[in-house]
């Protein structure tokens, strides 16, 4: 399972369609502020960006239009499938894209893609990653002055249900103990990515702003709430194969509140903005 959501196999577009409402309802409209500010003030005739694990180019859609034009987006990805979608994605006149389908943990990959770039993007990407990369990351954004990091939608580990229930914490310990697996980029950091590429940033010489980005969702979003039980109880399983039988009644009780409109889940994210 590749997503920390989602029992779909790897990252699937209908996954990624998902989540996009609640994505983009849930940015930090402070930092992106903040983030439109410091690009005005570049003077670059072409705002360069590169999107980390793009997907199917939701950064894309919800950042390009807050942004001056033109602007040049390389999303990178190294599912070619996801790519495809998002080269073919609507967008804002004067942005253009091309795609890299490239594994970003290959060390090799980072130098040559950043070259140019003003602007490094990356949602729902950091706690698939290691610490390892995360430090490679700032490394090359630190040589820059100038360069822009702007790590949205980051799971921070916090999943708070409405009406609560005594195996909720237990399951959130399961699940956030399987985010911590390898997920292609050696062990990653899960829950702690936000803060550590935080204090990453501040120690390579960056100003940061961190900033909450939670899902709250509720009896509209069930669409994308029972996936994500299910991806939390198989996350779950995984870890503690012993539990098989509480994890199971957990997911069943969840699942038919949230057909029935009474679950509602609230799912920590943070997003990080580091300026160089
Ligand atoms: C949770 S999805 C987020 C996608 C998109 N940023 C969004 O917000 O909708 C994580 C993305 O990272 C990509 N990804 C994961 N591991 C990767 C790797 N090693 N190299 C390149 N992309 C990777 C996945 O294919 C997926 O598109």
């Known amino acids: 399972m590749r997503d920390e959501h989602s029992q779909l196999s790897g990252f699937s577009a209908e996954w990624l369609a998902l989540r996009a409402a609640a994505d983009r309802r849930s940015r930090s409209q402070p930092l992106l502020a903040v983030l439109r500010r410091r ?3 570049t003077p670059a005739r072409r705002l360069r960006i590169l999107d980390l694990g793009a997907g199917t180019g939701s950064t894309l859609a919800a950042v390009a239009p807050l942004l001056p034009r033109p602007q040049q987006w390389t999303l990178a990805d190294d599912e070619a499938a996801l790519l495809r979608i998002a080269a073919t994605g609507r967008r804002p006149s004067g942005t253009s894209v091309q795609t890299a389908a490239v594994d970003l943990a290959d060390p090799r990959a980072l130098p040559g893609l950043m070259d140019g770039t003003h602007v490094v993007s990356a949602s729902a990407l950091l706690d698939l990653t290691s610490r390892d ?3 490679r990351l700032v490394r090359l954004m630190a040589r820059r002055s100038g360069a822009v990091l702007y790590a949205a939608l980051t799971y921070d580990g916090r999943i708070v249900f409405d009406p609560p ?3 909720d914490a237990p399951l959130c310990r399961l699940f956030n103990r399987h ?4 997920k292609g980029f050696g062990a990653a950091l899960g829950p702690a990515a936000a803060p550590e590429l935080a204090a ?6 960056a100003a940061v702003r961190t900033a909450h980005s939670d899902w709250r969702l509720g009896a509209a979003d069930a669409a994308l709430v029972r996936p994500m039980i299910r991806g939390w109880a198989a996350a779950a399983r995984e870890v503690a194969p012993e539990q098989e039988t509480a994890i199971t009644a957990w997911a069943a009780r969840r699942t038919a509140q ?4 009474r679950l509602r889940v609230r799912i920590g994210h943070r997003d990080v903005l580091a300026c160089w």
């Open 179 to 182: 985010q911590r697996g390898d």
């Open 258 to 261: 949230a057909g029935e409109g």
């Open 133 to 135: 990369w995360c430090r």
């Open 165 to 167: 229930e005594p195996f």
């Open 200 to 205: 990453l940033a501040a120690a390579a010489g």
């Open 39 to 41: 690009v005005v003030a």
